[in-house]
Nanobody, 126 residues
């Protein structure tokens, strides 16, 4: 069992930066047992993978954010962050933190994750 809480969303102009955080409360196993990821969903669109990180720290990024976003995790603090730079209006969405256990890879597919936070809104204006 895992509980996830996101923070750090907000409104920013294009070209700006935001840093999202995800605090995890782990009730089964340890933080290192979980693959983690950031996903986003814009109005009228399907939820999509933004960045994921596996148990070894290997990362994956959506093509649309590669070079602009950085995912990281801190096992000592049971936390994960998403540093978002050079934000674009197309990045506007609700961003969700997700986790899954027993994973070999950190998939970019939302269906691969069983634990979700409630999300935090990111709005980028032009």
């Amino acid at each position: 069992q895992v509980q996830l809480v996101e923070s750090g969303g907000g409104s920013v102009q294009a070209g700006g930066s935001l840093r999202l955080s995800c605090a995890a409360s782990i009730y089964t196993g340890t933080y290192s047992d979980y693959c983690m990821g950031w996903f986003r969903q814009a109005p009228g669109k399907e939820r999509e993978g933004v960045a994921t990180i596996d148990r070894s720290g290997r990362t994956n990024y959506a093509d649309s954010v590669t070079g602009r976003f950085t995912i990281s995790k801190d096992a000592a603090k049971n936390s994960m962050t998403l540093q978002m730079n050079s934000l674009k209006p197309d990045d506007t969405a609700k961003y969700y933190c997700a986790a899954t256990s027993g994973c070999l890879i950190a998939t970019m597919t939302p269906a691969g994750y069983g634990y979700w936070g409630r999300g935090t809104q990111v709005t980028v204006s032009s």
